[in-house]
């Protein structure tokens, strides 16, 4: 052997790199492991669901990442939208009595 090889003895590695494989800060479980089938299976199964709803998914993000601050917000901006709609029909008067 020459000095520029590696030694394999010396490395601790026991065959080709490209056999190895590791997952170092990985969230991934390992593959052909059960847990990496039932993660497979149960994806198969959401993409194969129809997708949720605007609303139910602006509902989801409400509850998961606990933005209960924004609702309000969109309510105001709701109403406001409302308001600006309705001006334009016959409830116009009710809602802009002076107008």
Do not use: C
């Not at 299976?41 to 997708?51: H, K, M, N, S, V």
């Not at 105001?76 to 016959?90: E, K, N, P």
């Amino acid at each position: 052997m020459s000095g520029a090889e590696p030694n394999l003895e010396q490395t601790g590695t026991s065959g080709p790199l490209t056999q190895v494989t590791t997952r170092v800060g990985s969230n991934q479980p390992a593959p052909g492991t059960a847990a990496e089938r039932t993660a497979a299976a149960d994806f198969a199964r959401q993409a194969g669901q129809a997708p949720p709803g605007l609303l139910a998914e602006f509902w989801d993000f409400l509850i998961h990442n606990k933005k209960w601050w924004l609702t309000p917000i969109i309510l105001v901006l709701l109403l406001a939208a409302a308001f600006v709609l309705l001006s334009g029909t016959t409830v116009g008067p009710f809602i802009y009595p002076g107008l």
